[in-house]
Each structure stands twice: as structure tokens, then as C-alpha cells.
């Protein structure tokens, strides 16, 4: 049998597959690739190929399971910070705090949602652009690849409700992020006030700002299926 690039990709480990930041009903949240053996794919080309291969919007990498220190890939970048990756892998591992580049994450359990304390500054740069009904939101197409839209609108201003989608541009497959931790973050810090924004087909994402420039965002999270390695000869 013929070893493939594929099969060197995939034989390493089982990758968890998770739903970050989902409905009440246990509906939507955006998929997230938890490898939890970081070894198994030691140097950023051997994690960038998986990331791209599997094609979620982001795949996490745990390098310290005791420390939670954990390496971010979207298709085709590497990330030092991004929130759903984290929330996601948090909630997995059961972790205190998680240390992705920028430096430690805070965690806490909240009945069904997981809690991190992120600042906006650690997020990638986004477009925040303003519509004036949710209707508008869910009406957009698809844009041209070029900057990451967060396109958003209050549902009801007085509750702190919102709709959004999130296009990430990038042209690498991910047309449209079912659920974006990070642009919830900036979003919030650029508000002043804590949200519950629905996102996507209906991925349900929470926040509330803190002391300090601090940003609390919160969500969901279930196991979706573990995919094992193929049995190779």
C-alpha cells in the first residue's frame, strides 16, 4: 500500500471534534478540531496541512494538557489568540486557564456555559460594519475575499441583543464563520455592554465587560464525534 501525505496527516491521532458556542437546544456552534497529542504533529508545517485538510475554521493543538498550552490554526494561517478554539478545548480538558500565544486565558464553569477572560487587543484585526435590522444581516451574500466582515445589527438594543454573521475573506475555504469568539470580543469592548448574540444559522454567543479591559465571553460547547485514525498496512 502506498503511503500518502494524507495518511502521514491523519494516521498520528484521534482529533476531537467539537461544537463551540451552540444553542440552547444543543443546535449549531461552530466545529473545532481538538488534537490533543500536540506531538503528534510537532512543526507548524505538519500542523498547518492538518488544519487545512480537515477544513474546520479553526483546529487547536494541545501541546501541555496540565498548563493548557495550545497551538491555533485556521486553514490557512496560524493564530495567537482566538475564542472559540479556546472556550472549546477549555470546556474539553476540563482546564483552570488555557495558553495559547498571547499568554494566559482565565476559565470558569457557569451551569452550561464555559467562561474565558479575554482583552480585545489579543483578537485579529476585524471589520466591526453596522446594519440597521437583523433582517439586513441574514440578507447578505457572500463577499469578495479581501477583509474579515463582522456584519451585525440589534436585534433588541435595550436587551442586548444582537445578529451577526462573520466572513472571514481569507479565500481558503471557510466562506462564512458560524461563530466568532473573537469578533464578539471586539464587538463588546467597542459597545461598552454585555451581549447575547445569535450568529450564523443560530450559534448562540454571550459577553459582558469586565475590570481592567477585560472582556468575559461565554458559550456552550458539546462533543460532536472523535475521529479516529484509518488502519493502515
Given amino acids: 500500500m502506498n503511503t500518502t501525505v494524507t495518511d502521514i496527516v491523519r494516521s498520528a491521532t484521534d482529533i476531537d471534534v467539537l461544537r463551540v458556542f451552540c ?5 449549531y456552534g461552530n466545529a473545532l478540531g481538538v488534537v490533543r497529542d500536540g506531538r503528534t504533529h510537532p512543526d507548524e508545517a505538519s500542523r498547518q496541512a492538518l488544519a487545512k485538510e480537515l477544513g474546520f475554521s479553526e483546529t487547536v493543538f494541545v501541546d501541555d494538557p496540565e498548563r493548557g498550552v495550545v497551538d491555533i490554526y485556521t486553514p490557512g494561517v496560524r493564530l495567537p489568540f482566538a475564542g472559540y478554539p479556546v472556550v472549546g478545548v477549555a470546556w474539553l480538558l476540563d482546564l483552570e486557564v488555557v495558553c495559547p500565544p498571547v499568554g494566559e486565558v482565565w476559565v470558569r464553569g457557569d451551569g452550561e456555559f464555559t467562561w474565558i477572560e479575554a482583552r480585545a487587543e489579543w483578537a485579529p484585526p476585524r471589520t466591526l460594519r453596522r446594519y440597521a435590522s437583523a433582517a439586513e444581516v441574514d440578507a447578505l451574500e457572500v463577499p469578495e475575499p479581501g477583509e474579515w466582515v463582522y456584519a451585525w445589527a440589534w436585534e433588541d438594543e435595550a436587551a442586548g441583543r444582537v445578529r451577526a454573521r462573520g466572513f472571514p475573506g ?17 464587538l463588546t469592548a467597542e459597545l461598552g455592554r454585555a451581549l447575547n448574540i445569535t450568529q450564523g444559522r443560530g450559534s448562540q454567543l454571550l ?20 475521529l479516529a485514525p484509518p488502519l493502515t498496512s
Wanted: hydrophobic share 35%.
Fill in 23 to 27: 444553542a440552547g437546544d444543543g443546535r
Fill in 207 to 226: 459577553t459582558a465587560p469586565g475590570p481592567d479591559g477585560v472582556i468575559e465571553l461565554g458559550g456552550r460547547v458539546r462533543l460532536e464525534a472523535t
Fill in 170 to 186: 481569507r479565500g481558503d475555504g471557510i466562506d462564512e464563520d458560524e461563530a466568532t469568539g473573537a469578533a464578539a470580543i471586539l
